[in-house]
């Protein structure tokens, strides 16, 4: 992997876009370029910095994988819940249900509050995943037992009842 030359301001003038369609085909330049391992914590220092709703989106999605293994994600996505895009706070919400981590409960109760109808829901499964212990409940929002979401492939049979 060519890491030496990866530098923030390279992840910003590629994931700043106004375009879904070239925001996502700039990420993935990144991604053959570089590997994702290498990318997160250029990803969580660029994300601030992103004035596109689409880059940040980009970023909490594809960083989310770490949110167990990385503080810095988990810190990311908790700022991020106050991003003014509610498809950011979405996969905000997400990246800490998979988190499983209690210190997120405070910051996702407040926006049980939201204007936004999707961001109350998106934070009202990610406590219940919390709480529950059990990341698939972000998605398996009525506990049916038969949707599972895989984050890391290291994970892929943990939490499956």
Not at 43 to 50: D, L, Q, T
């Amino acid at each position: 992997m060519n890491v030496t030359k990866l530098t923030v301001d390279k992840v910003v003038k590629a994931l700043d876009c106004r375009s879904e369609s070239d925001t996502g085909r700039n990420q993935i330049l990144l991604h053959k370029k570089y590997g994702l391992d290498a990318l997160v914590p250029h990803y969580i220092e660029a994300f601030p910095r992103i004035k596109s709703w689409i880059g940040r989106k980009y970023i909490i999605f594809w960083i989310r994988r770490y949110a167990r293994k990385n503080p810095d994600v988990v810190i990311l996505a908790k700022a991020a819940l106050n991003d003014k895009s509610w498809k950011v706070r979405q996969d905000a919400c997400a990246a800490l249900a998979y988190a499983l981590d209690s210190s997120a409960l405070p910051s996702l109760r407040k926006l049980l509050t939201h204007s936004n109808e999707t961001t109350r829901e998106d934070a009202a499964a990610a406590i219940d995943a919390i709480e529950s212990k059990n990341h698939h409940f972000f998605y398996d929002r009525k506990h049916a037992g038969n949707i599972f979401w895989d984050v890391d492939p290291e994970d892929k049979e943990q939490n499956r009842k």
